[in-house]
């Protein structure tokens, strides 16, 4: 019952916002009308409070572009506002859950062309990723009259708008229930600019109904995930992928990790690792993992589990898909092998009593969620097909880097997402 009535008001506050009602947000946010209980306490703001790395990157004003070309900006102008409006801190809880519904609703419905968008393209996954962290900066700043669990509240509003919360699967007997999970741009001090096909793809796909290659009908969800260390640790992955895994009219029938890879192919990763080490590359918020290849390190929060596990996808028929770019399935793996203390690569799959460095792809985050997903499709529904694709590098940003899209941009990151939607299609054919 709360999870329908924080769909309604967060469908309430979408509706407010592409409405550009002045007082729709804080009224779908759930604040008193006027003539109803007293008002709110008096709301204060710290505007010096410390970003942390990740938005630290708000200060360069194509961040704050690519939200108003989105035409996303509206949350983030309005977000303090709401805030401001509630009394203790469940009454905070739900806002920020509301409005993250809202906000991945909105760039779910911009992406599928169902909302106006600016002139980005409407795929562009970088308006949602912006949008998103400046809210954080608005979350932070805030200074409500009673005690918050400021970390708590982040992780509500993270998942909410990330597509964790109030975005089930309808359960209609006779359509499948295909989950995938993409993520946001990443290595943004080399190119600001930077998207995710991932991330685009997942915006692209999430909710709709599809035909696969077998003829059945298909219903897919996507998240969207951070790429930060810290997270991971935390268990988002479990979290995003626990509640789709558990047997039910409402559990996928297919899980499907998704990250941006190689340039120009897609690779579907027969093995994923038990392991980070890909240091010295950092993450979003310019942490790094602990582990290097000559040191690969378990991630925090990991249960019990095999050193590789092995993808239950139909590798065949997902990789008859050829064009526009070729799809690999890759069954490279790095391990430090039983008895030995050096890691070699391994083009054909670990060896008996191996230890893990990366799987192929890798030793950084796109390998962690597919292993961490995998384990736990393991241990709550074994039969369940699940694995890892990854997708080409998205190329095409214009040379003047005052320039934030263009043709070739555009038309690769469509190229990209089309044919990730073509590759799930024929996930249903078998044999696996």
Do not use: K
Not at 260 to 287: I, K
Not at 290 to 316: D, K, N, Q, W
Not at 325 to 332: D, H, M, S, Y
């Amino acid at each position: 019952m709360m999870v329908l009535r924080r769909a309604a008001l967060a469908a309430a506050l979408l509706g407010a916002l592409a409405a550009a009602l002045p007082a729709g947000p804080a009224l779908a946010a759930g604040a008193t009308p006027p003539g109803g209980a007293p008002a709110a306490p008096p709301c204060r703001t710290d505007p010096a409070v410390v970003p942390d790395a990740e938005q630290a990157r708000l200060a360069d004003p194509r961040t704050t572009a690519l939200v108003e070309r989105g035409e996303l900006d509206a949350f983030v102008r309005r977000f303090p506002a709401a805030l401001c409006t509630t009394r203790d801190a469940a009454g905070a809880d739900g806002l920020v859950r509301v409005w993250g519904e809202a906000l991945f609703a909105a760039a779910v419905e911009r992406a599928q062309g169902r909302r106006p968008g600016g002139d980005l393209a409407p795929g562009d996954d970088r308006p949602l990723y912006w949008a998103r962290l400046a809210m954080t900066v608005g979350l932070a700043r805030w200074q409500p009259e009673f005690p918050v669990d400021r970390d708590a509240l982040r992780t509500s509003f993270e998942d909410a708008s990330r597509g964790l919360t109030g975005n089930a699967f309808r359960g209609t007997p006779g359509v499948r229930r295909l989950f995938v999970s993409g993520f946001d741009p990443f290595g943004l001090d080399a190119e600001l600019r930077r998207a995710n096909p991932s991330g685009s793809a997942a915006l692209r796909l999430n909710g709709r109904r599809v035909t696969l290659a077998d003829g059945t009908r298909a219903e897919i969800r996507a998240v969207v995930l951070p790429v930060r260390y810290g997270d991971f640790d935390r268990g988002l992955v479990e979290r995003a992928y626990g509640p789709r895994m558990t047997p039910g009219p409402r559990a996928a029938d297919q899980i499907t990790s998704i990250s941006q890879g190689y340039p120009g192919l897609f690779t579907l990763e027969e093995w994923a690792a038990r392991a980070r080490s890909a240091d010295p590359y950092p993450d979003n918020a310019r942490a790094l993992s602990g582990g290097t290849r000559e040191h690969p390190v378990v991630p925090a929060g990991v249960g019990p589990g095999a050193e590789f596990i092995r993808t239950s996808l139909p590798t065949g028929p997902m990789t008859a898909v050829q064009a526009p770019f070729p799809v690999r399935l890759n069954g490279t793996v790095t391990e430090i092998p039983a008895g030995e203390t050096r890691p070699a690569d391994r083009p054909d799959g670990p060896t008996p009593g191996s230890r893990a460095v990366a799987g192929g792809g890798g030793g950084y985050l796109s390998n962690e969620v597919a292993y961490r997903s995998n384990r736990l499709r393991l241990e709550l529904n074994p039969g369940l097909p699940g694995g890892h694709l990854h997708t080409p590098v998205l190329t095409g940003l214009p040379a003047d880097p005052a320039e934030l899209t263009g043709p070739a941009f555009e038309e690769n990151e469509t190229a990209i997402a089309e044919q990730v939607l073509a590759v799930l299609r024929h996930s249903a054919d078998g044999p696996y």
